[in-house]
């Protein structure tokens, strides 16, 4: 089945740094690759997504491009802020159409 | 648009009782998914339900079954409940058109205590 290895948190950085999480993927077909995000007490919310390769999905400073070579999708953002402590999720959607999720990667920053 | 919505927001049910989740999609959406997130988890894949029908099936026992309704809303139940169901149980919807569909939108979920 679909499978997702997110970068291990958690992960603490200061207000205005660079943001990576590395995301790599398995799953059937050609998938599309999304990022979730979750805040504290709350369910998903969508952050971007990719449906081919070499898409750039984009969304609130968040950038992710479609690697299909290396089955990866990962997470960046230039600058940080402390509104983006959150948990971030990374799922492909194969051929079964279902997302498929890993732990999650949590995020604290700190002012 | 109200986006998806899930109800209740919080319940607590005796070991051995039984369940039942309710969830409204997204206006325009006819698909509706249920996933279980453990605490500290991600969400893992319960079901996926359109056309009023069992699409797909994650690794769950038949405790949890499914209804979706020609509305499109959905209900998830659970039957003798085990302290390992507590969790929160989202509901995600989507649209089924063409290239595998729209993206999943999530409500705010469910939370599960079981005691």
């Known amino acids: 089945g679909d499978s997702v290895t997110q970068m291990e948190g958690p992960v603490t950085l200061s207000e205005e740094a660079f943001l990576t999480i590395n995301c790599t993927y398995t799953?059937?077909?050609?998938?599309?690759l999304f990022w979730y995000v979750q805040y504290p007490g709350e369910g998903l919310q969508l952050l971007l997504k990719?449906?081919?390769?070499?898409d750039k999905g984009s969304n609130k400073g968040f950038e992710a491009t479609y690697r299909k070579e290396t089955t990866s999708f990962h997470l960046e953002k230039g600058s940080v802020q402390v509104s983006d402590s959150a948990v971030y999720f990374c799922?492909?959607?194969?051929?079964?159409?279902?997302?498929?999720f890993g732990s999650g990667t949590q995020l604290t920053v700190l002012p | 648009d109200a986006g998806v919505t899930q109800s209740p927001t919080h319940l607590i049910k005796t070991r051995g009782q039984q369940v039942t989740l309710r969830c409204s999609p997204k206006?325009?959406?006819?698909?509706v998914s249920w996933y279980q997130q453990a605490l500290g988890q991600g969400p893992q894949f319960i079901f996926q339900?359109?056309?009023?029908?069992?699409?797909q099936r994650g690794n769950f026992p038949d405790r949890f079954s499914g209804h979706q309704f020609p509305n499109y809303s959905s209900e998830l139940n659970v039957n003798a409940l085990l302290l390992g169901d507590s969790a929160l149980y989202l509901c995600?919807?989507?649209?089924?058109?063409?290239?595998?569909?729209?993206?999943?939108?999530f409500g705010q979920g469910t939370r599960l205590t079981v005691v």
């Open positions: 995600a919807s989507s649209f089924s058109g063409a290239m595998g569909g729209t993206e999943a939108f």
């Open positions: 799953a059937t077909g050609y998938p599309s």
């Open positions: 990719a449906t081919k390769a070499d």
């Open positions: 799922a492909p959607r194969g051929s079964a159409r279902q997302l498929t």
């Open positions: 206006s325009g959406h006819d698909t």
């Open positions: 339900y359109y056309e009023e029908e069992e699409r």
